[in-house]
């Protein structure tokens, strides 16, 4: 098979201007056809000529339409992103606004992308109403990560901090604390199979702690917190993971001395997350601290301190406009509160073929969990969604069952689809 590769690289570049790649010859390259790659039964034909037959580009219309081929991905993440925002991301990557290069090949030093950075927080602080006060900050090692940098942070190895555990995250978020601080339960779900939220004025919360923890929203269980606590402790700090409801819905950041989120469900693609610090609390960190887990160091070079997750910042911050676009979060919430009610409505109006465990004043808006009350078809089920172009249903590896996530780039029609797939599924095996 012929390809540019087998010229001398000094004659490949003598020749740079009629690669396929380059701009003029780029309408040329989108008629590379459909091909299979890994099919390593037959011979494989590669065809760049420029008399090929012209090819469609993909349209939202299209997509809209139905007559792409993609699916509806019930997936917890990485999750489904919006389809304006990935056409969008589509027709920049190539060469970004004129600038002669794609995001995933700038300077995070450079003009360019100090402006899409830039851009993408002030976008965030308008979406969250973020006063000044309060430091954003786009770093990486997921959600995870900042089950460590909190404590490294906020206080000293003999510290008591108390954690409220609501879910599997929660008590992740815990055990690692453990290694750098001296924290308590005050209260677990784990008992009732992380179905409820706890009374808050029942709560026995420590006077002496740094901070009180809570997962907002427990991707594995559904459990998701409608309200928040107020932090008894002597600085008044709230922490919250906030990754699977992240820009899901109006946050008065106030609240809160710390939000962190992976941005994998909600705001964009995988490799950045997203820490909100109040100021005053920078500055504190354990000696110990890795330089790369010190909020102060990354508040004080702009999240640029050493190379970033360029191209996710990109896509979050186009995220951010499209949810700008749509109104905001008060929008975002209504959409995403019709979604969720038409899929429990479903599940609640079975007769008991289909079960949601969770409590129903703290069910999740963003992760629905549910049984199949003949537990011998939920592989079934599995398979006859897929073949309707659904995926990603199962659930958890901990828990089983289902498990749709409908994050807020899950359309309407996704939704709409499951229940009366879900409708049909019992009438058969009812």
């Known amino acids: 098979m012929a390809t540019t590769t087998s010229l001398p690289y000094s004659l490949f570049l003598q020749k740079r201007n009629s690669h396929p790649l380059n701009k003029n010859n780029l309408a040329s390259f989108t008629n590379l056809k459909k091909i299979n790659f890994f099919n390593t039964k037959r011979a494989i034909s590669v065809t760049c000529s420029a008399a090929s037959a012209p090819t469609q580009d993909r349209t939202a219309a299209q997509i809209q339409s139905g007559q792409e081929d993609r699916v509806f991905n019930f997936a917890a993440g990485p999750a489904n992103l919006p389809e304006k925002v990935l056409l969008k991301a589509q027709s920049e990557l190539y060469n970004w606004r004129g600038s002669g290069m794609s995001v995933m090949e700038m300077s995070h030093r450079g003009k360019e992308f100090k402006s899409i950075i830039e851009k993408a927080e002030s976008d965030l602080r308008a979406l969250l109403n973020i006063p000044q006060e309060y430091s954003v900050l786009f770093l990486q090692g997921g959600a995870t990560t900042q089950f460590a940098a909190v404590p490294l942070n906020l ?16 008590d992740k978020a815990f055990k690692e604390a453990q ?93 950045v997350t997203i820490v909100i610090v109040r100021k005053d609390l920078l500055g504190n960190a354990q000696d110990k601290t890795p330089l790369m887990l010190d909020y102060k160091i990354h508040d004080e070079n702009n999240s640029l301190y050493n190379t970033p997750p360029c191209y996710c910042i990109y896509m979050c911050g186009l995220v951010f406009e499209y949810l700008l676009e749509l109104g905001g979060l008060n929008e975002v919430e209504k ?19 289909y079960r949601c465990p969770v409590e129903k004043s703290v069910r999740s808006f963003m992760n629905v969990p549910f049984t199949l009350e003949k537990s011998d078809l939920e592989a ?18 901990s828990v089983g069952g289902m498990r749709a996530s409908i994050y807020n780039a899950m359309p309407l029609a996704g939704v709409e689809k499951l229940v009366a797939f879900m409708k049909d599924f019992q009438a058969k095996h009812a």
């Open 155 to 170: 206080c000293t190895p003999n510290d008591p901090v108390d954690y409220i555990v609501t879910g599997s995250w929660g």
């Open 179 to 271: 290694k750098f601080c001296n924290p308590q339960v005050i209260w677990s779900g784990k008992a009732e199979k992380y179905t409820k939220i706890p009374n808050f004025d029942a709560l026995e919360q420590n006077p002496d702690a740094k901070y009180l923890h809570i997962c907002a929203n427990e991707t594995i269980h559904g459990v998701e917190f409608k309200e928040y606590p107020l932090a008894k402790n002597s600085t008044g700090i709230l922490v919250a993971d906030m990754s699977s409801n992240f820009c899901s819905k109006p946050v008065d950041v106030t609240r809160f001395g710390v939000i962190y989120a992976g941005a994998q469900k909600n705001v964009g693609p995988s490799g």
């Open 335 to 353: 959409m995403n509160r019709k979604k969720a009610e038409l899929l429990y409505n479903v599940i609640d109006g079975s007769n008991g073929f």
């Open 380 to 397: 079934e089920f599995v398979k006859e969604a897929a073949k309707e172009k659904m995926v990603q249903l199962k659930g958890h590896r």
